[in-house]
């Protein structure tokens, strides 16, 4: 598909799907600290909301696979227009919503305008946006994955303490309507209707399973690492995954193409890059029990050290670009791989004594590295994909970033469980805490073999960097 639209006009579109990410990965996370106050709204237990959580990101994940046909089919414009709309609609009734059921039913609604919102706005900026644009666009559109899940739990708490649990939901709807009127404005047309191929329904079906169970596992997993359904349920996922594959593979126009993860580029970020996300993803979740549950630190000292994190994620956006184009795709990920393990085995020897002039800046440089790497795999992904792949490309790389969160999370729990159980330790003790930091330090190092195929030069195109003749 051909480029039309400006340089200007291809940032303020991903700025625009950017803040539809930011959304949809804000009400992932946001409701953790509001769950008690929802709960007694709804007269139930807490630990009953989670189903509120659960829905969503379920949701997610049975509908991202159909995303690229659905933009396919309908254009661009069309489907997120209508996804904002779902998921705003969907924000309005659960505000609204007076019991857990009508609660749970209004997150399922927002999952599916989740579902098709990010992959459909993100398509759109790949195919028309220039190369040498590319790493600009991408840099917006990650940001929001990195910063809303650790935004999410402070900003709902202190909602639910200064207004109510309510507004956490009612805010989405002027931002919807206003994304939605600047998506009129810059959003183009895209394909458009009678362009798409057949939709492959059994392709859908078994790799919307695959995907929900996989990620039901991982969640399951995390909340109980010694029962042995989850298992069961993880060994099941892998089975019907291998029977998605040979289906993709013999369909004539099946759901996803799969030569896509045979340009090398994006196999390293399939690969590896989703096994970094993961560590990235289980950072914001560990130091905060750690904090709490180690340090003795009350919930706001927490989160405020956590939000260190954030901080190095905005202070190292800047100087993505510089660095990409100075260092090329390689060398970054390298680069940010190695200072993020290096965070991750330091955070395993603090202790309430050190010093706060301490922990806070090495938060900060572990949040720069974790932007640092996170955009960068993002860029590289698409940056020598053929424009024949880019939806089933982007549709893919969706989908692993959802499992990627899941894995983070659930790797993190079961880690802390391992340690606690080899130590002999309480859940209040450090050295639980170090190992498990140790444990996610070595996976992230593991995250880089895939880097060792890499050439100098991949992804020049995209970072502008002229790599140095070996």
Known sequence: MPVTHAPQRSRHMALLVAAAFFMENLDATVIVTALPDMAA??????????????????????????????????????????????????????????????FVAARVLQGIGGAMMVPVGRLAVLQNTEKKDLLTAIAFITWPGLVAPVLGPPLGGLITSWASWHWIFLLNVPLGLLAMAWAFKLMPAGP?????????????????????????????????????????????????????????????????????????????????????????????????????????????????????????????????????RTQGFRRTLVGSSLVLSAATFACAALTPATPWWLVAPLLVVSGMARSMGFTAYSSLAFADMPAPLMSSANTLFSMAQQLA??????????????????????????????????????????SMLDLLRLPGDAGAQVSGHAARRQ
């Open 41 to 102: 709204s709804f007269g139930v237990a807490a630990i009953d909301l989670n189903v509120g959580i659960t829905a969503y990101v379920l949701t997610l994940a049975v509908f991202i696979p159909a995303s690229g046909w659905v933009a396919e089919r309908w254009g661009h414009r069309r489907v997120f227009m209508a996804a904002l709309a779902a998921f705003t609609i969907a924000s309005a009734l659960c505000g609204v919503s007076q019991t857990l059921g009508q």
């Open 405 to 446: 969160f899941g894995l983070g999370v659930a790797l993190a729990v079961i880690f802390l469980r391992v340690a606690q159980a080899a130590l002999g330790v309480g859940e209040s003790a450090l050295a639980g805490y170090h190992l498990a930091f140790v444990l996610i330090g070595v996976m992230t190092l593991a």
């Open 192 to 324: 458009g209707a009678g362009q798409a191929r057949p939709f492959d329904g059994l392709g859908f079906v078994l790799c919307a399973a695959t995907c929900a169970g996989l990620l039901h596992a991982l969640d399951e997993l995390g909340q109980n690492p010694a029962r042995w359904p989850p298992y069961a349920l993880l060994l099941l996922s892998v089975v019907l995954a291998a029977w998605l594959v040979r289906h993709l593979l013999r369909h004539r126009a099946p759901l996803l193409r799969l030569e896509a993860v045979r340009v090398k580029t994006y196999q390293v970020v399939f690969n590896g890059g989703s096994l970094f996300r993961a560590m990235v993803s289980a950072h914001p979740f560990l130091l905060p029990l750690m904090f709490q549950l180690g340090f003795g630190l009350s919930p706001v000292n927490s989160g405020l050290l956590v939000l260190c994190l954030f901080a190095g994620n905005i202070g190292m956006k800047p100087m993505t670009n510089w660095v990409l």
